[in-house]
């Protein structure tokens, strides 16, 4: 009887020490993400509805992977990237962008598989260029810059690069020059 | 002996067990007196410009804070620009919803660039209902702003960045800012549009202060407690973090009875997200003297009110400040 008593206390015991032990995680659990983020969405309401998709989009970019990689980067990949000037180039942005691109500038690929870019063009009244590093394996950008010119100097152009230095000319007629290594304009 | 071991081990049990149950039904059966302390806030932004440098360099700035939470980029009125959607910003040139939503991107890529751990924040990308000139608070242009919204949310996730980034919409939402027609229109327009929420970032101008939540109390500007409670959660994706800038906690007790409105007369249980204060901006550029709670005041004053009754009792996620220059 007495053993029997014992059991039960011990059984009861165990459930409760699983429980604390569990609750956290369970609770932990449900706080990452969305659904913990935005609470108290009524059940069926479209509110919830909306929730459930955001944590479903916060759960897919969390699992993300990259998928099978077979050998290394370098003997399956040979992007053709040529240094210079490129006249008939996309714009780094979306479609529906206001900014209305001139022409580009890229780097030859380095070694780490990256690539500076410059694109000029002109975003409403503002003329200017955008400066940007990619690693092109991956898709992403190390290094974004906007630098302005002058106002009203017309739209920009890149008509020549030595020794690291990109010639910048406007319609206006005056010409810049953009050191590359500091991202200075002259 | 025997019997009184039994009797203590037995007691040891009840006593654990009774711990277990309070740890594990606490949180759910919250009480008017337990409210938690203010969680770290966010830091909100008026925004005055449409650079892609500038919203790459606040986003890289908000990633280095790491705070998680809602984070409002507000861009100012609806507006028409060039003949199609935009808002005004605030002592910017207008700006049309492409611009912005191409600047709104470069927020999340600076977010995404400049820190490997940060926490997921919300993004609200934000107007009012402010009316800059007639027939600019519609139907389409909130339409057209779920749109924008949902053109950066779809570029975040196509990115991979949606753990990071949790894209949504919103707008500063005030009785006083303009009509119910016009700003219904708006909100439903949003939501013929949206697959986002709509985070709105409401005040309830004269909104009373009591009440049994049975009258449907008046407002400024001929609103409603029912139409502030719709802009704010009756409306499908709309979710709330109220202004709650006086220091007399008059704007939190608004929000309980308007609560406790929806709670008695509509059956509908509002939740609440967090409070907006106005702290930063009010340091940066002054502002009326009592409206300047800080967060910690802000977010105390609506926990507190929300939990000084068991029928609107609720933990309050989030705790929320603007700036105009942070």
């Not at chain 2, 570029?155 to 991979?160: E, I, L, Y």
């Not at chain 2, 709105?200 to 409603?224: E, F, M």
Request: proline share 6%; aromatic share 6%; hydrophobic share 40%.
């Amino acid at each position: 009887m007495a053993r029997a008593r014992r059991t039960v206390v011990l059984g009861l015991l165990a459930v409760v020490v699983a429980g604390v032990a569990l609750t956290p995680i369970v609770a932990t659990a449900a706080l990452f993400g969305p659904a913990g983020d935005m609470p108290g969405a009524e059940p069926g309401t479209e509110k919830e509805k909306l929730v459930d998709d955001a944590q479903r989009e916060y759960e897919r970019a969390t699992r993300a992977t990259l998928g099978p990689i077979v050998g290394r980067p370098a003997e399956q990949w040979h992007p053709q990237i040529v240094e210079g000037i490129v006249e008939d180039a996309d714009s780094p942005f979306e479609g529906n962008s206001t900014f209305v691109l001139s022409n580009l500038w890229q780097s030859r690929l380095s070694a780490h598989g990256r690539v500076t870019r410059v694109y000029a063009g002109t975003d409403g009244s503002r003329e200017l260029v955008i400066v940007t590093r990619h690693h092109l394996m991956t898709g992403d950008r190390e290094l974004y810059r906007e630098i302005e010119l002058p106002r009203a100097v017309g739209r920009p152009r890149l008509s020549g690069s030595s020794a690291g230095v990109l010639t910048i000319s406007t319609a206006s007629g005056p010409s810049f020059r953009l050191d590359l290594a500091s991202l200075t304009l002259r | 002996m025997g019997a009184g071991r039994t009797c203590s081990r037995r007691n040891l049990v009840v006593r654990v067990m009774a711990a277990f149950v309070a740890a594990v039904v606490g949180p759910a059966g919250l009480t008017p007196s337990s409210v938690a302390a203010a969680p770290p806030p966010t830091l909100s932004r008026y925004m005055e410009t449409a650079s892609l440098q500038a919203h790459y360099n606040l986003g890289c700035e908000r990633s280095k804070r790491k705070v998680p939470g809602p984070i409002a980029l507000i861009y100012g009125r609806p507006a028409l620009v060039n003949g199609g959607p935009g808002a005004t910003l605030y002592s910017g040139p207008d700006a049309t919803v492409q611009q912005i939503a191409a600047a709104a991107r470069q927020f999340v890529q600076g977010y995404r660039d400049c820190s490997l751990s940060a926490p997921q924040v919300i993004l609200i990308i934000a107007t009012t209902n402010d009316e800059s000139s007639p027939e600019r608070v519609t139907f389409a242009h909130g339409a057209a702003w779920a749109e924008l919204v949902d053109g950066v949310a779809s570029w975040t996730a196509d990115r991979g960045y949606a753990s990071l980034v949790n894209v949504q919409g919103g707008s500063d939402i005030e009785p006083g800012f303009n009509g119910v027609a016009d700003t219904r229109a708006w909100v439903d327009g949003y939501d013929s549009a949206n697959s986002r929420l709509l985070y709105t970032l409401p005040s309830a101008d004269g909104c009373p202060q009591s009440g049994d939540g049975i009258v449907d109390g008046s407002c400024n500007n001929g609103w409603r407690q029912r139409d502030v409670l719709y802009m704010a959660w009756l409306a499908p994706p709309a979710m709330p973090i109220p202004q709650i800038y006086t220091n007399t906690s008059s704007q939190a007790r608004q929000w309980r009875y308007i609560k406790l409105y929806g709670l008695v007369s509509l059956s509908r249980t509002m939740t609440i997200q967090g409070a907006l204060s106005q702290w930063t901006a009010c340091a940066e550029r002054g502002c009326t003297s009592d409206t300047d709670n800080t967060p910690a005041q802000a977010y105390d004053q609506l926990a507190g009110q929300l939990n000084a009754d068991s029928r609107t009792a609720q933990p309050l996620r989030w705790s929320a400040d603007v700036s105009w220059r942070r």
